[in-house]
């Protein structure tokens, strides 16, 4: 059916062929499809859509025609949510074969025309959002599919929190076998978070996004979780560890990066396994030097000693902000990053509010802890030498 305006832009009656006539029937077509189309649009729009659900609608092509409120809030600075193809708008999001599977399910009868999983959409300056994603079918006549609704539900903050429980948990493990890890452990958290949000702020490594900064928060605190399986004996001992008891100290190391290893995060094993490598390759376990240490671990390096040089210990006395600062600086690029220690340099008046806020109400002198061990090689020339 023609309207005015279609009658004047394409006036068959004047048409000078019939080739004229076919082409003006085939646009006219197209446009009581497109009309038709618009038309169904608003019909399940209006029957389906939610602007307090965060959801999409697709036509048959893929083509966002529908965004509800909550869809545009949640998705805000991640994508510019127009109709455009689904994949288009998403394209940072699927892996490739993702891709692939999701096309695959939609164009599947055994499949239901139907594809349910979980999509990480990213963004630069703001964290992976991760969203369990459904695609439901809707049929026309005939049975074709003519619509998608696309829904949306959060799982990473769900995830991350039940995580943290878990480690929270782990952490307490650690703090019933010795009490002197705690104010530490969270310190170490604070240091390490820190040098990752100046690192961020100096945008000169791509993997440290806010992503980078969230994890190494949680997991810094994880760093010696592998003392859970260190023999109280060793752990306790108010003397000096021998060479064999040391031995057996260092492989707090691997026992953490083992019970870590199911996390779904590597950052988690990275910084538990290497936090004690050094970076001219004097360290353990495993002797790594340079770049090959992972950048996490190589942060909580110089957090963690920060503060095993402020503690004090039978062995010591208590050190300044002042003379921690000093030692740091000497082992740059035999203990310590060389860029990270300048970072350190940069941030170090925050380091020393951290540890006045958050130090320890009574330190206590009633055991030797492994991380002691690491405070005393940094008066030594490498590691292999604590037992002289």
Not at 292 to 311: E, F, G, S, T
Request: aromatic share 10%; charged share 25%.
């Amino acid at each position: 059916m023609k309207d005015e305006k279609t009658e004047d832009l394409f006036p068959a009656e004047n048409a000078d062929d019939s080739g004229q006539a076919e082409e003006v029937q085939i646009l006219e077509e197209e446009e009581e499809d497109f009309i038709q189309d618009i038309s169904d649009a608003d019909r399940i729009i209006r029957a389906v859509g939610n602007d307090c659900v965060p959801m999409l609608i697709l036509n048959e092509r893929m083509i966002i025609v529908y965004c509800s409120k909550a869809a545009r809030d949640l998705f805000e600075g991640y994508y510019y949510l127009t109709e455009r193809p689904f994949f288009n708008v998403f394209h940072s999001s699927p892996t490739r074969e993702t891709f692939r599977t999701i096309a695959t399910s939609l164009n599947s009868p055994e499949k239901g025309y139907t594809w349910s999983g979980s999509l990480a959409h990213k963004a630069p300056g703001l964290r992976t959002l991760r969203t369990k994603t459904t695609f439901l079918p809707l049929f026309g006549q005939e049975k074709k599919t003519v619509f998608f609704v696309v829904l949306f539900e959060i799982t990473d903050a769900r995830n991350f929190f039940d995580s943290g429980k878990i480690l929270t948990s782990l952490l307490k493990a650690v703090e019933l076998k010795d009490n002197d890890t705690g104010a530490h452990n969270n310190r170490v958290s604070y240091y390490s978070q820190r040098i990752a949000q100046q690192l961020f702020a100096e945008k000169t490594r791509p993997q440290v996004d806010m992503d980078f900064i969230d994890n190494i928060t949680l997991f810094a605190a994880m760093h010696d979780v592998g003392k859970i399986g260190t023999p109280d004996s060793i752990l306790l001992k108010a003397g000096k560890l021998t060479t064999m008891e040391w031995d057996i100290m260092k492989e707090h190391t691997i026992n953490g990066a083992f019970i870590l290893s199911g996390f779904p995060v590597p950052m988690a094993k990275e910084i538990a396994l290497s936090h004690h490598e050094w970076w001219d390759g004097s360290g353990y376990p495993y002797k790594l030097s340079g770049e090959m240490i992972p950048l996490p671990a190589r942060i909580v390096a110089i957090a963690d000693v920060y503060d095993a040089i402020r503690m004090r210990r039978t062995y010591k006395a208590a050190f300044s902000h002042e003379e921690a600062v000093k030692i740091i600086l000497e082992h740059q690029g035999t203990h310590f990053d060389p860029d990270l220690v300048r970072v350190f340099a940069s941030i170090q008046d925050e380091f020393r509010d951290i540890w006045e806020e958050h130090k320890d109400e009574e330190t206590s002198v009633s055991s030797i802890l492994e991380v002691q061990n690491a405070a005393r090689n940094i008066f030594l020339a490498h590691p292999q030498n604590a037992d002289n």
